[in-house]
């Protein structure tokens, strides 16, 4: 049973920084594809970034250059880091893991989800 859980959302100015973590069931990091997606009110629920499981990173576009995904398969812990916020970064952010051997963008490809973190840009 893979379970992950989602914290370091919270309230920020724009411009600002959040680190985003997933704590995961043991082995879960080093096993599976994982993912941060995101789901602003009335909208789909969009890709943000996923890390391979050798490690290649892979960014939509919206936030190339300014978020970092990385991962400590010693504490299982999956990460987001987020730089120079704005107002669009607004969303609940999940984190996700896939059983496909290869980086997937679409949610419907991943297995298992956490919960979700609010993460809040003002303007």
């Known amino acids: 049973q893979v379970q992950l859980v989602e914290s370091g959302g919270g309230l920020v100015q724009a411009g600002g920084s959040l680190r985003l973590s997933c704590a995961a069931s043991r082995g879960t990091t080093s096993t599976y594809v994982m993912g941060w997606f995101r789901q602003a009110p009335g909208k789909e629920r969009d890709f943000v970034a996923a890390?391979?499981?050798?490690?290649?990173?892979y960014y939509a576009d919206s936030v190339k250059g300014r978020f970092t995904i990385s991962r400590d398969n010693t504490l299982n812990i999956l990460y987001l880091q987020m730089n120079s916020l704005k107002p669009e970064d607004t969303a609940v952010y999940y984190c996700a893991a896939s059983v496909l051997p290869g980086v997937v963008t679409t949610p419907t490809l991943y297995n298992y989800w956490g919960q979700g973190t609010q993460v809040t840009v003002s303007s």
């Open positions: 890390i391979s499981r050798g490690s290649a990173t």
